[in-house]
């Protein structure tokens, strides 16, 4: 976990990102390449893999999404939206899981 400038902690994979992202926010972290491919074929993306070191544990990926890949992902985002959770069980107020989570601004538009 990373602790961002407004105290948040993220997670954030060790990626090749563009340069519009802030690669001091980027960190490494252990995961399984099968396990990553396998979320890659479920999300349909078409994927570059390159070994950065003498350590053949050690790469990066690009992830390049295809057209099936906007679908699922509208898909999921559509279903989550129609998810609403009250702040406390006395409580009248509900907000709608994807605003909680702050994923509008990540939707794909078709």
């Avoid at 994979?13 to 340069?19: E, H, Q, S, T, V």
């Avoid at 009250?86 to 009248?92: L, V, W």
Wanted: glycine share 2%; with cysteine.
């Amino acid at each position: 976990m990373e602790k961002m400038e407004d105290g948040e902690e993220v997670l954030i994979p060790n990626i090749k990102m563009p340069k519009i992202i802030d690669q001091s926010r980027l960190k490494r972290y252990e995961q399984s390449r099968k396990d990553l491919g396998d979320l890659f074929s479920k999300l349909k993306v078409y994927t570059i893999f390159a070994n950065n070191d003498g350590n053949a544990d050690s790469f990066n990926y690009q992830v390049f999404p295809s057209s099936e890949t906007e679908i699922l992902i509208n898909n999921f985002m559509n279903n989550i939206s129609r998810i609403y959770i009250r702040r406390n069980k006395r409580s009248q107020e509900k907000r709608c899981f994807i605003d909680i989570l702050e994923l509008k601004k990540y939707q794909i538009n078709l």
